[in-house]
């Protein structure tokens, strides 16, 4: 019971850290970005990259792991604003519809371009985690799992004070709203969304190098799954909402973690996305959606 | 006859039956050869090619088969039932008059009526699930072991260590499913318990619930019948939380990346069962400088079933006197005792092996590659 929490608290964290770009991006600008996904798949590729470089393999240090962190966020992050910039701004007037077809088109790009590059095997990851675990509480612990939650919860807290507390989160909680309100109120919109695509992509980059350090495999496919995850982890908090997606994503982590215990491993994807779909019928707005002052 | 040469050269597809798939009497003979080149498997298409290009050079180095060349024709079959589907039609209209493809059965199993159809015979170099042969086409031959012989040289393994409680583990595709299917009966046959089975999502990165269940249940040995990718992380996850029986995978998963990925100090309990390579096999070394000049890489696993697949088809047609569907047939029903890596050669009445020649290997902790570790002979 406790084991199938903590599992779930797990994959929770991945899911949360890929819903809260969903989340932000839709709330800023009504978007549903299906690319996200796919630069959790590009910040585990940049780490890879980097550390193969370098000719690092099979290395356990944390530091490095932190080092390796940071930077594929700040990359991620920014091919997260190059692609804003590239291929939904232009569109910011345009049916929805339209931005959406494209948010499909820079996945694929993303997909099969990773693919040309790095090729169609998985590729072990060069930095991994020591795993082996302790007993407590009747759940088994490992230091990579301690390591993974700190990282994720740090991570949640620094999105969380700077949309609270600072003028650039004040700025866009204020685009959520109206955006062309905010703009009359000399709010630079253009530089706010920049800024939304920069955290956004830069934590799901986070979550790519913490998976494969984590799970140690990673291949050019794996943002896609993960992408319609933390879509349904988004849309069970409430979509648009910060601790709605922190909530839906630890939220669905907990709910595999029992579906498939309960019904066997292979109904785990048929439950979660059961779930999406009662969700969107019955509340489509999700569980923390209806406050919509806390929008953004 | 005359209607299906006209179809053919016209580059149709369709209802071409009952062979007639010559596009001329002097032009090379053609063999065409599914494999997967994309997706997660796609690093066996280029052993399979290579392997096939081999035979097919050294064939036509000895002046061909019924004094014509040989050809080989490949196609990408990503792993993938429709990209499989396409692939064939279009193997079809090239006019190909052997089949020496398939490597994931669930990508074979839809094409096999396809070739059917246009009375093209196959000779399947990996895919072994019993699917394959059960639909009882006529055409359909494989030449590497089946789900059965390899479940028989698992269970032999596990009766060998002793291991009275086992587990199985698969991925829900045909190939793993069928073998899982195979372990359990033939296991609860020898007197083992079955004690967890587990199907799994492939494609996913958390595999920690299965874990923890394969931990309460106890096996002695657990049995995953998938690829390597899934099948290193489940190692790593079930060691992880607490699992310390020993660890068997079948041939889908026998490769260095499934060390690699499950991460140092976490194969000491792993053997998987497979089918002999050329570098467990003795006075293969020529073969494998032959194959090393023509790929520039060493070759890997089905590179000499491969190999062997156009050998087989090649001496069929020779058998046959003609490249007609029965007649080629009935030759490769014919071949006895026909020399291949694997052993002699002569088909069952199911068209399989009749023998398997499944190994047990183990990960060599310096290369991460699988090495031979109990022939099972004795």
Redesign the interface.
């Known amino acids: 019971m406790m084991?199938?929490i903590w599992?779930g608290l797990?994959?929770g964290s991945f899911y949360a850290l890929v819903a809260l770009g969903y989340s932000m991006v839709y709330g800023i600008i009504k978007l549903l970005n299906f690319a996200h996904g796919d630069i959790y798949m590009l910040g585990a590729f940049v780490g890879f990259f980097t550390l193969s470089a370098f000719g690092i393999s099979?290395e356990t240090s944390i530091p490095l792991l932190l080092v390796i962190l940071l930077l594929s966020m700040v990359t991620t992050g920014l091919i997260g604003v190059g692609i804003e910039r590239v291929a939904y701004r232009p569109l910011r007037r345009s049916p929805r519809l339209a931005v959406l077809i494209t948010a499909i088109g820079v996945s694929f790009t993303l997909e099969y371009g990773v693919?040309q590059i790095f090729?169609?095997?998985?590729e072990?990851f060069p930095v991994?985690l020591e795993?082996?675990?302790v007993?407590l509480l009747g759940m088994?612990i490992?230091a990579s799992q301690i390591v993974l939650v700190v990282i994720a919860a740090g991570l949640m807290l620094v999105l969380a004070h700077i949309v609270e507390r600072t003028r650039e989160g004040r700025a866009m909680r204020a685009i959520a709203l109206d955006p062309q309100a905010a703009q009359l109120m000399g709010v630079n919109v253009n530089r706010v969304i920049s800024t939304v695509f920069f955290i956004g992509s830069s934590l799901a980059g986070a979550a790519g190098v913490m998976?494969g350090a984590y799970?140690?495999?990673i291949?050019f496919?794996?943002g896609f799954?993960i992408g319609l995850k933390a879509f349904t982890a988004a849309v069970i908090g409430g979509i648009g909402n910060l601790y709605g997606a922190m909530l839906g994503g630890v939220l669905l982590g907990m709910l595999?973690?029992f579906g498939?215990?309960w019904f066997?491993?292979?109904w785990?994807?048929v439950f979660a996305f059961a779930f999406l779909i009662l969700f969107l019928t019955f509340k489509p707005t999700g569980l923390l959606g209806a406050r919509v002052v806390e929008r953004m | 006859m005359a209607a299906g040469v006209l179809a053919l050269t016209a580059g149709c597809s369709g209802g071409v039956a009952g062979g007639g798939s010559e596009e001329s009497e002097d032009g090379p003979i053609k063999l065409g050869m599914l494999a997967p080149f994309?997706?997660?498997e796609?690093?066996f298409g280029a052993y399979m090619q290579n392997g096939a290009q081999l035979a097919v050079d050294e064939i036509n180095a000895d002046g061909g088969v019924l004094g014509r060349d040989l050809e080989l024709v490949v196609e990408d079959d990503a792993c993938d039932a429709t990209t499989a589907v396409a692939g064939a039609n279009k193997l079809v209209t090239e006019g190909i008059v052997g089949s020496v493809g398939g490597y994931c059965s669930g990508a074979t199993l839809p094409t096999l009526p396809i070739f059917d159809e246009a009375g093209v015979p196959m000779v399947i170099p990996a895919a072994n699930s019993n699917e394959l042969v059960d639909q009882g086409l006529p055409g359909v031959f494989l030449i590497n072991g089946t789900g059965d012989q390899q479940a028989a040289a698992a269970v032999q393994y596990a009766e060998k260590i002793g291991a009275t409680n086992v587990a199985v583990i698969d991925d829900?595709t045909s190939y793993s499913a069928d073998l899982a299917q195979a372990f359990t009966t033939q296991a609860e046959e020898a007197g083992l318990s079955v004690v967890f089975e587990?199907?799994?999502?492939p494609?996913?990165?958390?595999?920690?619930?299965?874990a923890?269940?394969l931990?309460g249940a106890q096996p002695a040995l657990v049995y995953w019948t998938g690829y390597y990718?899934e099948g290193?992380?489940i190692v790593?996850q079930a060691t992880?939380?607490?699992y310390t029986g020993a660890f068997m995978v079948a041939d889908g998963s026998v490769d260095a990346?499934f060390s690699?990925?499950?991460?140092?100090g976490y194969t000491e309990n792993v053997v998987g069962t497979f089918t002999q390579t050329p570098d467990m096999i003795e006075g293969a070394d020529e073969w494998i400088a032959d194959y090393e000049e023509l790929a520039g890489d060493p070759p890997g696993p089905y590179s000499t079933q491969a190999y062997d697949a156009v050998r087989v088809m090649a001496q069929a047609i020779e058998d046959a006197g003609s490249t007609e569907f029965e007649e080629v047939v009935a030759a490769l029903e014919g071949l006895e005792d026909f020399d291949t890596f694997a052993g002699p050669l002569t088909f069952t009445e199911n068209h399989t092996l009749s023998g398997g020649g499944f190994v047990i290997v183990a990960v060599d902790p310096a290369t991460s590659n699988f090495v031979l570790e109990d022939d099972l002979q004795g």
């Open positions: 084991q199938l599992n797990i994959v099979n693919r090729g169609p095997n998985p072990a991994r795993s082996r675990g007993d088994r490992t998976a799970y140690g495999s291949d496919l794996m799954v595999e973690s498939s215990a066997g491993g292979e785990r994807d | 994309s997706g997660s796609s690093a829900a587990a199907t799994v999502t494609g996913e990165n958390d595999y920690s619930a299965v923890t269940q931990v990718q290193g992380l790593r992880d939380a607490g990346k690699e990925i499950a991460g140092a």
